[in-house]
C-alpha cells in the first residue's frame, strides 16, 4: 500500500492526499505530529533520495533554527539526526509507492507512478 508521509496542516500534504484519493490511489497517512518519523523508513528514504532533497531549507522550521544548528547539517548523519528531532524540517509529503519514494507533491511526475503502485 501507498503511504504518505507529513503533517495534516500543510497545504502540500492537503493537496496530495486528495490527489490520491482523486485517483483511486489506496493510501494511508502517517502522521509526523502525532507517530514521530519512523527511523527505518528515513534511513530507506536517505538511502534512494539523498539527505538534500529531505530537508525542507524553505520552510519556517528551518528558518526558526540557529545558524549553528543550520550550519551544523552537512552530511547525511548530521541531517538524519535533524531529521528525527524536529520532523517539520523534512520536505512534504514524502511517498512510500509501491516501487520506490518520492518527495514533495507534483501531479505531472506522480502520474506514471500509478501504475506501478496498485490500489
Known amino acids: 500500500m501507498t503511504t504518505l508521509y507529513g503533517i495534516p496542516n500543510c497545504d502540500t500534504v492537503k493537496k496530495a492526499r486528495a490527489w490520491l484519493t482523486d485517483h483511486g490511489v489506496e493510501h494511508q497517512f502517517h502522521d509526523f505530529k502525532k507517530h514521530g518519523v519512523p527511523e527505518a523508513a528515513l534511513d530507506q528514504w536517505l538511502a534512494a533520495l539523498g539527505w538534500e532533497p529531505l530537508v525542507n531549507r524553505k520552510g519556517t522550521t528551518w528558518r526558526k ?55
Open 65 to 119: 533554527l540557529d545558524e549553528t544548528t543550520r550550519d551544523a547539517v552537512a552530511d547525511a548523519a548530521s541531517a538524519r539526526a535533524l531529521m528525527l528531532a524536529q520532523p517539520s524540517v523534512i520536505k512534504r509529503p514524502v511517498v512510500q509507492w509501491a516501487d520506490g519514494v518520492s518527495v514533495g507533491f507534483d501531479a505531472e511526475a506522480w502520474q506514471p507512478l500509478l501504475i506501478a503502485s496498485p490500489t
